[in-house]
């Protein structure tokens, strides 16, 4: 198959979907998917992470597959593999197109030019509240989820609630675990933390547990609350796992009863909402052996305690 005529670099840490999306674009094509069927692939398939469907992009815009190997998302039913590690559906939102408004506008620049502005793989996280870049909260865009991944076709329908949100005030909230997860999902050096030992989804959901339980005792109402609240348990987390497992685990001694409160002790009788969270994962990368971390802090004063995982 012949290369395209028009073609464009693809940009760090951007997704294959935005990039097909901008290609259609800059070609004059309304929609991705009409883009796709044009020249034999299908655009929802490659949204998915079908390889077959990618190599025909790769041809058409003279790239190998591996060199777009970094913006691939794989899409199974309940998991999303990204480059930089794999999240469940509840932790990456792939149906709604979330963007920070200020990143948009600087693509596009004052000629509107939509096919520059690119959809970033961490806007797509739940642990990501606000640009890393401009400090403004990022905006979730009210779409049909059917063309969730067709980046430039929704911000041409959308350009003036992007330039309303684009003066959102700055988040005093800090950013140490939404920094951490980024450079994770972008391949950055690992920071040589303790929480680099463990599968990213499970390494800042712990992180974040970890700050509401100390924030708000050990049976937060974790539905209750908001994005300013996840910003500031996961900063509260993030200041105790970044100073080593030393830390957590005199922070979490706290939690433990001087005294045994019954014959049969368990982790979850004094970290309560923090076990149950990890063991309704503990099937998913990471969560048994974070399990396992809660459940040796017990073991140290109740040498007995009887394992909450599974027989």
Known sequence: ?????????????????????????????????????????????????????????????????????????????????????????????????????????????????????????????????TCPDHGIPLIRLASDRRIASDFATQLRAIIRTIEFHANEPLSNSPTGLQNYVINRVRGGKLQGIWLDGFAIQAAAHFTELLGAVIRDGSEPDLESYNSDDWMEVADIGFGIVEKGSRTVKAVLRKFIAPKPISHRIRASMFFGRLSWELLDRFDQPGYLDLTKFLESVVCERYPKLVSDLPA
């Open 1 to 129: 198959m012949a290369k395209l005529s028009l073609t464009l670099p693809i940009q760090p840490s951007e997704t294959l979907p935005s990039y097909c999306s901008r290609i259609a674009a800059v070609n004059g094509i309304g929609s991705a998917s009409e883009f796709s069927s044009h020249f034999g692939f299908s655009f929802d398939r490659l949204a998915k992470g079908w390889h077959a469907d990618m190599e025909v992009f790769a041809d058409l815009v003279g790239k190998r597959p591996d060199q777009l190997h970094l913006s691939q998302l794989a899409q199974f039913r309940k998991t999303v593999e990204t480059y930089g590690g794999v999240f469940t559906r509840e932790f990456i939102d792939t149906d709604r197109c979330r963007i920070c408004p200020a990143c948009v506008l600087n693509d596009i620049g004052p000629k509107y030019a939509f096919h520059r502005a690119y959809g970033r793989a961490e806007w797509m996280l739940k642990f990501v509240h």
